[in-house]
C-alpha cells in the first residue's frame, strides 16, 4: 500500500502533528482496503490557510477497483480532514456495493439464459 500525506504552507514543527492525526484518520481507509489486491495508492493533500480560515484537504484513492476523489474545505483545519476522510470512507462503500451488485447480477443473468 503507497500512501502518501502532502502538507502544504506548513512550518517543520506543525507538519508532524498534524501528519500524525492524517495518520491516525486514514487507518480507517486502510483497513477498508486491506483485502485489496495491489497496488493501491492514497495521497491526502491538505492546504490549511494562514491568512482565511479556509483549509482545504484533498483524498485521492486508486486501486484496481476504485478510482475517487474527494475533498472538503471550511474554517476547522481537523474538520475539513474529519470530514474528507468520512466522504471517502462513504464512497468507498457505496462503490463496493454497486461492484457487489453487478456481480450478482452477472450471475443471475447467466441462470436467465440457461432458463431459455
Known amino acids: ?48 490557510a494562514k491568512v ?11 486501486t484496481p477497483n476504485y478510482d475517487l476523489f474527494t475533498h472538503d474545505e471550511g474554517p476547522d483545519f481537523y474538520q475539513a480532514m474529519s470530514n474528507a476522510i468520512d466522504k471517502m470512507y462513504d464512497s468507498l462503500c457505496k462503490r463496493k456495493d454497486r461492484l457487489v451488485e453487478d456481480r450478482k447480477m452477472v450471475g443471475r443473468h447467466e441462470e436467465f439464459k440457461k432458463q431459455r
Request: hydrophobic content about 35%.
Open 1 to 48: 500500500m503507497n500512501k502518501k500525506i502532502t502538507l502544504r504552507h506548513l512550518s517543520a514543527h506543525e507538519s508532524p502533528v498534524i501528519e500524525e492525526h492524517a495518520n491516525k484518520q486514514l487507518e480507517k481507509i486502510e483497513h477498508f482496503l486491506s483485502s485489496e489486491r495491489d497496488p493501491i495508492y492514497i495521497e491526502l493533500t491538505a492546504e490549511p
Open 52 to 62: 482565511h480560515a479556509h483549509h482545504r484537504v484533498e483524498i485521492l484513492v486508486k
